[in-house]
């Protein structure tokens, strides 16, 4: 079992950045892949991004390529996601979420956080 705690979450203009964090429970973290999905008001939740428990692969959902880097700290339980240019259209309840396969990050991962806001002004 694994518990998420995302933070880091806010109020930002479009093209400032913003950093969140999700701080995972557990000794083995670094066996889970894990990954960022996002959910914008009237809209479905949308896979973001994802990492392989090691860190050597990643992989980004277009809208947020070159924009959003997801990186880990196995030693510190912790994965990010750092948001740059941020857009308005980037405004949404973001999830972290994890799973013991790289594959099932992109359309259903076992295990979610209870999300937190951001919110991109124009």
């Known amino acids: 079992q694994v518990q998420l705690v995302e933070s880091g979450g806010g109020l930002v203009q479009a093209g400032g950045s913003l950093r969140l964090s999700c701080a995972a429970s557990?000794?083995?973290?670094?066996?889970?892949?894990m990954g960022w999905f996002r959910q914008a008001p009237g809209k479905e939740r949308e896979f973001v991004a994802r990492?392989?428990?090691?860190?050597?692969?990643?992989s980004y959902a277009d809208s947020v390529k070159g924009r959003f880097t997801i990186f880990r700290d196995n030693a510190k339980n912790t994965v990010y996601l750092q948001m740059n240019s941020l857009k308005p259209e980037d405004t949404a309840v973001y999830y972290c979420?994890?799973?013991?396969?790289?594959?099932?990050?992109?359309?259903?991962?076992?295990?979610w956080g209870q999300g937190t806001q951001v919110n991109v002004s124009s």
């Open positions: 990492i392989t428990g090691t860190g050597s692969m990643t």
């Open positions: 979420v994890g799973d013991s396969y790289y594959s099932k990050i992109v359309r259903s991962p076992n295990y």
């Open positions: 557990g000794r083995t973290f670094s066996s889970y892949a």
